[in-house]
């Protein structure tokens, strides 16, 4: 695995620790009700926000190797489109390094 999918791996897994807070604070909120997340995606430069209720952001977290983007922020070297919504797409890692980095950083496990 080369530098840059290293670093596509390693900025994925920073966002989606951003989210984790972002839903800690927003748990208090209705449970339909949308909040903003960030896309996950590999670009560091990237801060769209990615709209999803909560329990569109859980379904996501269930499996260490999804992330949430925006669409078309998809890194198709790595990973490729699982889900679409009107509103955001999940991405799920392939090949050894990339997700293993999405494994090992995974807040919840
Ligand atoms: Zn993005």
């Known amino acids: 695995m080369d530098s840059r999918q290293q670093r596509v791996a390693k900025n994925e897994a920073l966002f989606r620790r951003v989210n ?11 449970g339909d009700s949308e909040s903003d997340f960030l896309c996950e995606c590999g670009n560091d430069d990237c801060t769209s926000p990615v709209s999803l209720t909560l329990a569109e ?16 922020h998809e890194v198709v070297d790595v990973e490729r ?3 679409e919504t009107d509103r955001y797409a999940v991405v799920k890692k392939f090949g050894g390094e990339a997700k293993r980095i999405a494994v090992e950083t995974d807040p919840r496990s």
């Open 20 to 30: 984790e807070r972002i839903e800690e604070i927003n748990e208090t909120l209705a």
């Open 57 to 72: 952001y859980e379904e996501v977290r269930r499996d260490p190797t999804h992330f949430l983007i925006a669409h078309g």
């Open 81 to 83: 489109v699982i889900r």
